[in-house]
T-cell receptor, first 114, second 119 residues
């Protein structure tokens, strides 16, 4: 079985500060890992995904994440937060890159303070 | 990029009525689609896998007679909430894997979601 744990249901950062959203996974098979962003009353937008290639994955909007097998982690970072980054972020795991349903973490709400 | 649409985007209905939600893949064919439910301030939970031309596969605890899924074509899956009750009020999101010519799928694309409120 696969599962995802997101540490911190709410993270608050100042504009321009580093963003760090934590995600740990559990998987009995090599995982495919994803980060999605959700704005209020909208669907999910893919930020980035890990599919067993490079361990450091760069995504859209300046976000990146590093896959660390030894730590079973896939934390999301952004060097400098922008007001428009305020949203809900979901980490997800799957058995492959697209054909199987995703197992989502509970989400982390990011607030950016001016 | 690939697009998945949902209709309606929001619906309000009376308790006891049925509501149909459509999920369409606009620029690719999807033999499989997934339906998720998201309660307020919670994560997405998989409800069922919709398979074109065959019966849907439901997750444990999801009533198949209450949440009817029909995947009638390669671009359309529908979720019908029958005899809706206030506890069915939720955000329903579908996703569709985009197939690759080499087989498999490279990515899932999510619809914008449907907000259902049952009074």
């Amino acid at each position: 079985a696969q599962s995802v744990t997101q540490l911190g249901s709410h993270v608050s950062v100042s504009e321009g500060a580093l963003v760090l959203l934590r995600c740990n996974y559990s998987s009995s098979v090599p995982p495919y890992l994803f980060w999605y962003v959700q704005y209020p009353n909208q669907g999910l937008q893919l930020l980035l995904k890990y599919t067993s290639a490079a361990t450091l994955v760069k995504g859209i909007n300046g976000f990146e994440a590093e896959f660390k097998k030894s730590e079973t982690s896939f934390h999301l970072t952004k060097p400098s937060a922008h007001m428009s980054d305020a949203a809900e972020y979901f980490c997800a795991v799957s058995k492959n890159s697209g054909n199987t349903p995703l197992v989502f973490g509970k989400g982390t709400r990011l607030s950016v303070i001016a | 990029g690939a697009v998945v649409s949902q209709h309606p985007s929001w619906v309000i209905c009376k308790s006891g009525t049925s509501v149909k939600i459509e999920c369409r893949s606009l620029d690719f064919q999807a033999t499989t689609m997934f339906w998720y439910r998201q309660f307020p301030k919670q994560s997405l939970m998989l409800m069922a896998t919709s398979n074109e031309g065959s019966k849907a596969t439901y997750e444990q605890g999801v009533e198949k007679d209450k949440f009817l899924i029909n995947h009638a074509s390669l671009t359309l899956s529908t979720l019908t909430v029958t005899s809706a009750h206030p506890e069915d009020s939720s955000f329903y999101i579908c996703s569709a894997p985009r197939p690759m010519t080499s087989g498999g799928a490279d990515e899932q694309f999510f619809g914008p979601g449907t907000r259902l409120t049952v009074l």
